[in-house]
């Protein structure tokens, strides 16, 4: 009992994390057909940004980051991914953002890996597991962000303009939205849930120029297996993805825990490639309609 406890501890302390890079990787593919390669660099500058200013409460950290960052993506939307109109263009500039960010970290801070102390000490008992406390907190964080995002995705004016952007642009162009502006501002709001998930999570990981890479795998898997424009079907997908590695972490080494892991997710990719796998998912995705009545 209590090993499945700790398990399932394990899982959702990593799908705080991982909840946030692939909503923000589902915001920006969504409404531009953009693969956001530089997503895992975003979280570490979130992961620096904790370093460079560790003289700081470590909320007021968080908050400056943000605020600082915000109008830093959406002008880099507009100067750069705005006039873009490809999506390999689009994963290409991306990349060299992500580039970019790592060989700036590398100049200012070499490639030695870096520590975040912890805010909170101490550990919960949950089930009759000890749990470090700190873990349990920033995966209710992330997870109360990534149920927030989804509310106003799926329950607000602003989302619903958002989906008729990533459903089709001209039509939602007619009915008096500004794509345009509208993809600036999912961008910044997409880096800064990445921004927040490497902040959040910097105490817990080796913060270094490369790790960017380790962080985006899970992300970008999970957006390759959900449908497109599907946030909610990202963060099921990835939910399903980090259950898979820690299970597999759990009961084998880790390089073979990673093999396994790339197997399986191989085999996944092409399943959901197939014509009749997305037939079948487009399919189950459709409202049920009212049957109609059979005039007498």
Do not use: K
Not at 116 to 143: D, F, H, M, Q
Not at 239 to 267: C, G, I, M, P
């Amino acid at each position: 009992m209590r090993a499945l406890v700790e398990l399932a501890l394990s899982c959702i302390t990593q799908l705080g994390l991982y909840a946030l890079l692939a909503l923000s990787l589902a915001l920006v593919f969504g409404v531009s057909r953009i693969v956001n390669l530089a997503v895992g660099d975003l979280a570490a500058v979130g992961a620096y940004a904790m370093v460079a200013t560790a003289g700081l409460p470590f909320g007021l950290r968080i908050v400056l980051t943000l605020v600082v960052l915000a109008p830093v993506l959406y002008l880099l939307e507009r100067g750069l991914l705005g006039r873009i109109r490809d999506g390999l263009a689009g994963m290409l500039v991306t990349w060299g953002i992500g580039l970019a960010i790592r060989q700036v970290f590398e100049v200012v801070y070499t490639a030695r890996p870096r520590s975040v102390t912890e805010p909170i000490a101490g550990s919960t008992t949950v089930l009759g597991s000890v749990y470090p406390t700190y873990r349990l907190v920033i995966a209710a964080v992330g997870l109360a962000v990534v149920v927030a995002v989804l509310v106003v995705a799926y329950r607000t004016r602003a989302g619903l303009r958002l989906r008729a952007v990533a459903d089709n642009v001209e039509m939602a162009a007619l009915m008096g939205t500004r794509p345009a502006r509208t993809r600036a501002l999912v961008f910044a709001v997409a880096g800064l849930l990445a921004v927040l998930a490497g902040a959040l999570y910097s105490p817990l990981l080796g913060v270094t120029p490369a790790m960017g890479f380790s962080l985006l795998i899970p992300g970008f898997v999970a957006v390759l297996l959900a449908r497109p424009a599907s946030f909610r079907g990202a963060v099921l997908a990835v939910a399903l993805v980090v259950a898979l590695q820690v299970t597999l972490r759990r009961y084998f080494s880790d390089t073979v825990a990673d093999s396994l892991f790339y197997v399986v997710v191989l085999v996944a990719v092409v399943v959901r490639a197939n014509p009749h796998t997305r037939r079948l998912l487009s399919w189950s995705a459709r409202p049920a309609r009212p049957a109609r009545s059979v005039p007498a």
